[in-house]
């Protein structure tokens, strides 16, 4: 417990002597003039992304047309590589 309270006793001397940066005159006249932002009601920002979401049933067909065509590129990938003739070549240089 002692030691828990003088870690924060020394942790608040410490972030005491930080110098923090210099924030006057940050704001430009411009920013001063400038007008606030137009309040909008929710309800219609809401709707719309509710219903910009995508299209689960078009969805479901492009990732089943991706993965026909994946499936296909891998059984075209699982056939032999090598010739009758590089096989028989293979085996008589192997006994």
Do not use: W
């Not at 005491?16 to 210099?22: K, L, N, V």
């Not at 932002?37 to 219609?44: D, K, M, Q």
């Not at 065509?69 to 990938?77: D, I, S």
């Amino acid at each position: 417990m002692k030691r828990a309270l003088s870690f924060c006793m020394i942790a608040a001397a410490v972030t005491g002597c930080t110098q923090f940066p210099d924030l006057d005159h940050t704001q430009t006249g411009a920013l001063d003039a400038a007008e606030y932002p137009a309040l909008v009601p929710i309800e219609p920002l809401l709707a719309q992304a509710n219903t910009a979401g995508a299209d689960p049933v078009q969805t479901q067909d492009n990732l089943d047309s991706r993965l026909a065509g994946l499936r296909a590129r891998a059984n075209a990938l699982r056939g032999t590589v090598l010739t009758d003739a590089e096989k028989r070549r293979l085996e008589t240089g192997l006994r």
